[in-house]
């Protein structure tokens, strides 16, 4: 295939503006699917994305299109749009010389719109605006054009106005790729260097790599050699993906697509690294800016017999989701388990659904962290405050982009969601990372009858640390059992105590079902009681479940 009739290409947008929907319509148009199936979201391929409703992984798709008698490869890359995976959407455009910049008639530019445009741009791409929904009846295209006119400085009449749902206009976006997004630029009569974006691991068939080539040709049976472990391998087969995987002959540098090396540990496949020919070594491409996880949780088996299991599944998935960072870790309270690290909230829930669903796992996560860096100062004594307006540009009459600096722990949780309810659903939101600040920070002790559980020690604000401290007393006066004394649970800052609860006393009796004077009949009960306490953690003279543990630390 002549490279320049190659187009690599990705759709972006804000969240629900229709960039699966487009793709779908993309597919159909140049006859890579079916157009009389009902295709809805078909780049969508995981479970979790079809319950959510919402894409977490970028699809690869390649497309061929006649145009004035040339045939053309459209190689399509669909992007999930939320703000925990624009890891996914940075790494998606590294293959792509264009995107389409899918924006909502009726909502107009949103948050990830702004940090999607500024991605591409960073990364010097043609971009495509492309007017979606304009079939609805509150659609206001030239609103929205002028908008994009004003943030973007993109002329109006580049807009392209479409409803993807009911494929108006669609045909004009395939024009539009083919006129404004340029070939690739590569070279095919140099030796092999294939960049490694994403990849998967299929039980049978090991590592299946997704690849874009810059330089070169592979082809089945061709030894070649990775730059980040030096090992090599041999080629067992090469193909594009229609979404589907289609095995081919060969693959020529500007395509696409994916390769299978016989690659059977998952460490082995990194993505960003540069494959290229065992005997004609190149210098590796740039690769990738390593993800930098926000959002720690801690993650043990529920049974720790299951641990290997699950060290397994771990290493999988993340070999799909490479922005997760894994680190041994151990609990008191949970057993040997490990500290995860996520790029959001939303992320950690993908993840922890994709190993449910994907792997059979059941596992306790602990509620999130955001990363401290203590500094034994006194300029702590400084007055932080929480939130920084940085500032503020008008979109248009209706609509203002405000920008602030925020401690990441505040929005970690449930900001977006109250940003959201007190907003009606009109605002959306968008981060990235500012460093760190120096703020009031205190570490909570949680105490039970005056001693420390360890398990339970947290980071918080000063100002959040009393409502905070409540909570987890709260809680965890709900999951402990009576004893047989009362229970003070308090939570402490240093000496001082900040929130407390009691647990009355209780005598579990069991020998209330013993009548006579069986005294071996007693024993054997007494006993009973004391194996099923070791199960059981001893604080001070406080005896708590693995339970009660679970409960607190556990996200919901
Ligand atoms: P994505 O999150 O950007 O991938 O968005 P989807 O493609 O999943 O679309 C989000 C929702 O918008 C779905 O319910 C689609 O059916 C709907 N949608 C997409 N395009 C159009 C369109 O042109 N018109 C209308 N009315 N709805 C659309
Ligand atoms: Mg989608």
């Known amino acids: 295939f002549p490279v320049e009739n190659i187009r690599n290409f990705s759709i972006v947008a804000h969240v629900d503006h229709g960039k699966s929907t487009l793709a779908d319509r993309l597919l159909e148009l140049t006859g890579t699917i079916d157009k009389t199936k009902n295709n809805k979201q078909v780049l969508d391929k995981l479970q979790v994305e079809r319950e959510r409703g919402i894409t977490v992984k970028a699809q690869t798709a390649s497309l061929f ?17 939320h703000v925990d995976f624009s890891y996914e959407v940075s790494r998606s455009l590294s293959a792509c010389q264009g995107v389409l910049l899918v924006v909502d008639a009726n909502e107009g530019i949103q948050a990830q719109t702004v940090a999607n445009f500024f991605l591409a741009f960073e990364a010097q791409l043609s971009v495509i605006p492309v007017i979606n929904k304009i079939d609805l009846k509150n659609a206001d295209p030239e609103r929205v054009e002028n908008q994009i006119e004003k943030v973007f400085d993109i002329p109006s009449d580049e807009c392209i106005k479409i409803s993807a ?21 590569v070279h095919r009569k140099n030796p092999l260097r294939a960049l490694v974006f994403d990849s998967t691991f299929d039980q049978y068939r090991g590592v299946i790599a997704n690849v874009a080539l810059f330089d070169g040709v592979v082809s089945k049976g061709d030894k070649i050699v990775s730059a980040h472990t030096q090992k090599t391998y041999e080629v067992n087969e090469v193909g594009v993906l229609n979404p589907n995987e289609q095995p081919t002959h060969k693959l020529y540098a500007g395509q696409v697509g994916y390769l299978i090396a016989g690659m059977k540990d998952v460490t082995e496949a ?20 390593s993800a930098k996880p926000m959002v720690f949780a801690g993650m043990y088996p529920l049974d720790q017999s299951e641990y290997n299991n699950l060290k397994s599944a771990i290493e999988k998935l993340t070999l799909n989701d490479s922005s997760v960072t894994v680190h041994r870790d151990s609990s008191l309270a949970l057993g040997a388990g490990w500290r995860l ?136 006066k709900d999951s402990l059992p009576r004893q047989l004394f009362e229970i003070a649970i308090q939570a402490a800052i240093g000496s001082k105590i900040i929130a407390r609860e009691t647990v009355k006393a209780y005598r579990k009796n069991v020998l209330a079902k013993c009548y006579g004077g069986d005294i071996t009949r007693k024993m054997k009960l007494l006993k009973r009681q004391a194996e099923g306490k070791k199960k059981l953690r001893k604080i001070g003279n406080v005896e708590v479940p693995k339970d009660a543990f679970i409960k607190v630390l556990k996200t919901q």
């Open 65 to 81: 299109y006649n145009c004035e008698g040339k045939q053309y490869l459209l190689n399509l890359i669909d992007t999930p749009g």
């Open 341 to 476: 690290g996520f790029l959001g909230l939303l992320h950690m829930e993908v993840f922890n659904q994709r190993l449910e669903q994907e792997y059979n796992a059941s596992v306790i996560l602990t509620t999130p962290t955001v990363p401290y860096k203590a500094v034994l100062s006194s300029s702590k004594l400084i007055k932080a405050r929480r939130a920084v307006q940085k500032n503020m540009i008008f979109i248009d009459q209706n609509r203002v982009m405000l920008k602030y600096l925020f401690p990441l722990n505040e929005i970690v949780v449930d900001f977006y969601d109250s940003l959201k309810s007190l907003s009606s659903g009109y605002a959306s939101f968008d981060y990235e990372d500012a460093g760190y600040q120096t703020a009031e920070l205190v570490k909570m002790d949680i105490l039970l009858n005056g001693n420390t559980v360890e398990e339970l020690v947290t980071v918080v604000h000063k100002d959040k640390a009393h409502s905070i401290g409540k909570a987890i007393c709260e809680r965890l």
């Open 165 to 185: 749902k009911l494929g108006t206009n669609v045909e004009s976006v395939l024009q539009a790729i083919i006129e404004r997004i340029p070939p690739p630029k």
């Open 270 to 289: 990194q993505i960003g690294d540069t494959l290229c020919l065992h005997k004609q070594p190149m210098e590796p491409l740039p690769g990738f800016k």
